[in-house]
């Protein structure tokens, strides 16, 4: 594990409503970039099969919107 940086303290909490492309998927968060250590268990999220193409992560409440 490494020591929290004064990046991911700004980071954390700030990108609150990620937009995607169909190359992201499948959709998971956290994302591969988020810091392992502010990180929650691991959930997929069915974004392609929302009505809306969007969905908010029931751990953090990031919203995760498909533009494409």
Same mark, same amino acid.
């Given at each position: 594990?490494?020591?929290?940086?004064? @990046?991911?303290?700004?980071?954390?909490? %700030?990108?609150?409503?990620? @937009?995607?492309?169909?190359?992201?998927? +499948?959709?998971?968060? +956290?994302?591969?970039? @988020?810091?392992?250590?502010? @990180?929650?268990?691991? &959930?997929?999220?069915?974004?392609?099969?929302?009505?809306?193409?969007? #969905?908010? #992560?029931?751990?953090?409440? %990031?919203?995760?919107?498909? &533009?494409d």
């Amino acid at each position: 594990m490494s020591i929290p940086s004064v @990046a991911d303290y700004e980071r954390l909490g %700030t990108e609150r409503d990620v @937009a995607l492309n169909r190359a992201d998927l +499948p959709l998971h968060c +956290p994302r591969d970039d @988020a810091a392992d250590w502010c @990180a929650h268990p691991r &959930v997929f999220l069915p974004i392609e099969k929302s009505p809306q193409q969007s #969905c908010r #992560c029931p751990y953090c409440g %990031t919203l995760y919107r498909l &533009v494409d």
